[in-house]
C-alpha cells in the first residue's frame, strides 16, 4: 500500500511540473517583404519580449516568421487561422473575427511623417508653412496602406503606387515630389538606398502628425494569446523595459531629425478609433517634453 501511494504522489508531482512548464506556443505572424525591409524589426522584438515577460506564468514559446504580405491580407491570414498574430494600424475598418490589444506599440510615433524628397527639391519645400501650401505637392503613397486616405481627404494630390520597393525609385524618377515616411522608419530606409537612389534626401523643414499607430491583432478565439500579449507588454511598459526597447529603436531618431524644431502640419485620421487604449500611452513627440514614452 506504501509503495502504491508513493507511486501515485510521483505521478500528481510529475504531472503538475508537465502541466505548468507548458507546451511549447507556436506564434505565427508575417513578417518583412525583403531584406531590406526593416520596418518590422521592432515590432518582432516588441512580440518576444511580451512573451518572454509571461514565459514564468503561460509557458515556453516560438515565434515564426512568415513571408510579407499586405496590410489587408495580414488580417484575412488572421481570420483564416493560418498566423496567430497580425501586425495592423488602428482602425475601425477589420473583420469582426479579430481583436486588438488596446497596446499602441510605438507610442504614436507611426503618425509622426516626414518627407523623403528629391535633394534638389529642399528649396521648394522650406516655402511650405501650412497645408494650404502642401497641396502643390505630389505625394507618393501605396493605396493599399489605410492611411492613403488621410491625405487624400485632405487635399493631397496622391499618386498611387503598389510596389513598396517601386515608390523609392518612382520618387527618384519624379514621379512625385515627397514619400511620407515614419519617422520610426525613414534613416534606416534612406541608408538602404542610398547607393542605389543618391539623389533622395530626407526633407529638413517639415512634420506630419496625424493619429495613428500599430497594434498586435489575434483572433478572437484565441483569448489566451490576447491575454497573454497584453500582459507581457502592461508588465514590460511597467518595468521600464518597453521604454528601452522603444529607445533603442527610436531614441536617436527622433533627436536627430530634430521634430521640435519643425513646422508642424496636423492632419485628421477619420479610419481611428476615437478610443483605442489607455491614452496615457500615446505620445505626441514633435513636444520636447516627450522625446522618449518613458514609465507609465
Keep these: 500500500m506504501k509503495q502504491r501511494l508513493c507511486k501515485v504522489v510521483f505521478v500528481l508531482i510529475v504531472g503538475w511540473s508537465i502541466a505548468s512548464s507548458g ?9 518583412p ?6 520596418r518590422f524589426d521592432y515590432s518582432i522584438e516588441l512580440l518576444e519580449i511580451a512573451l518572454k515577460e509571461t514565459a514564468p506564468q503561460w509557458g515556453p514559446f516560438r515565434i ?12 484575412q491570414s488572421l481570420v483564416e487561422k493560418r498566423v496567430d498574430v ?8 477589420v473583420p469582426q473575427q479579430v481583436k486588438g490589444i488596446p497596446f499602441p506599440i510605438r507610442s504614436g510615433l507611426l503618425g509622426h511623417r516626414v518627407l523623403l524628397i528629391r535633394k534638389e527639391d ?4 522650406s516655402r511650405i508653412k501650412t497645408l494650404e501650401d502642401l497641396k502643390n505637392m505630389r505625394f507618393g503613397f501605396s493605396d493599399r496602406w489605410l492611411d492613403h486616405q488621410v491625405y487624400t481627404q485632405a487635399g493631397i494630390q496622391v499618386v498611387g503606387g503598389n510596389n513598396y520597393e517601386g515608390l523609392f525609385s518612382m ?25 542605389s537612389l543618391p539623389n533622395l534626401a530626407i526633407e529638413k523643414s517639415l512634420i506630419l502628425q496625424y493619429h495613428l499607430d500599430e497594434y498586435f491583432f489575434v483572433h478572437i478565439d484565441n483569448r489566451t494569446l490576447f491575454e497573454r500579449i497584453q500582459e507581457g507588454l502592461m508588465k514590460s511598459l511597467r518595468d521600464g523595459i518597453f521604454a528601452a526597447h522603444f529607445n533603442k529603436y527610436f531614441e536617436n531618431f527622433i533627436r536627430d531629425l530634430k521634430i521640435k524644431d519643425r513646422t508642424l502640419i496636423r492632419f485628421s485620421n477619420s479610419s481611428a478609433p476615437k478610443e483605442f487604449g489607455d491614452k496615457n500611452l500615446w505620445h505626441d513627440f514633435t513636444k520636447a517634453s516627450e522625446l522618449s514614452p518613458g514609465k507609465n
Excluded: Y
Design 23 to 31: 507546451a511549447e506556443t507556436l506564434v505565427r505572424m508575417n513578417g
Design 33 to 38: 517583404f525583403s531584406q531590406r525591409d526593416r
Design 64 to 75: 515564426q516568421i512568415l513571408p510579407g504580405t499586405s496590410q489587408r491580407r495580414r488580417l
Design 86 to 93: 497580425a501586425l495592423h494600424p488602428s482602425t475601425d475598418a
Design 122 to 125: 529642399q528649396e521648394r519645400f
Design 171 to 195: 520618387l527618384s524618377l519624379k514621379r512625385f515630389d515627397a514619400f511620407p515616411r515614419a519617422v520610426s522608419e525613414v534613416q534606416s530606409e534612406l541608408a538602404l538606398r542610398s547607393a
